[in-house]
């Protein structure tokens, strides 16, 4: 028997397998390009919409969204009255802060991807608004002080909503104290 160049199987084999490989490449590469075509192709009315990129703002007391929210957003230094602590209001509403209010945004954050119910982020809300309570907490030099974010139920959060304000009150109930001025700080004006 003719061992051949491939070494102890017949030449004809050899040239048998070998178109077989090239066609079984080349069969492969049809059905990449037809999957990648179809990929590209598509139509645009099946494409499935992303939501809006998360956008951080800065923290300063001029910063302000740079999109219409559907539900309160205040900029750090603003001061508020909110309708769990305050009587007579059905939202959050920005006051002057040299008249009674319920309490300053100290901070906004940004939720990340993936909550699934208002429970879970409000657990990430006052995760999230933990580090600024406790530095504008300290910076009071004493006294009792509530953190009361506010942001997105999931009804906007699963419509790619992200923004929230993180706040400092005086009070965790209806009715309580109320504070005048601008709460104590010396962190610095960018966050």
Not at 40 to 59: C, G, K, Q, T
Not at 139 to 161: A, D
Request: proline share 12%; aromatic share 10%; charged share 20%.
């Amino acid at each position: 028997m003719d061992k051949g160049p491939m070494g102890g199987v017949p030449p004809e084999y050899g040239r048998a397998s070998g178109r077989r490989r090239w066609w079984r490449m080349a069969l492969l590469a049809v059905v990449v390009a037809a999957a990648l075509g179809g990929l590209f192709l598509w139509p645009e009315r099946h494409r499935v919409a992303l939501p809006p990129p998360a956008v951080a703002f800065p923290s300063s007391p001029s910063a302000s969204p740079s999109k219409v929210l559907p539900y309160p957003y205040f900029p750090p230094g603003t001061c508020f009255d909110h309708q769990q602590l305050s009587t007579g209001i059905t939202k959050p509403e920005q006051r002057p802060c040299a008249q009674p209010h319920d309490g300053e945004a100290i901070a906004n954050v940004v939720l990340p991807e993936g909550l699934t119910d208002d429970l879970v982020i409000g657990r990430a809300l006052r995760g999230l608004c933990q580090a600024p309570l406790t530095e504008w907490e300290r910076e009071q030099g004493g006294g009792q002080f509530y953190g009361f974010p506010i942001g997105p139920y999931l009804k906007f959060y699963q419509q790619g909503f992200r923004d929230a304000t993180c706040t400092m009150t005086v009070s965790d109930q209806q009715g309580g104290p109320k504070t005048t001025g601008h709460f104590r700080s010396q962190l610095p004006a960018d966050g």
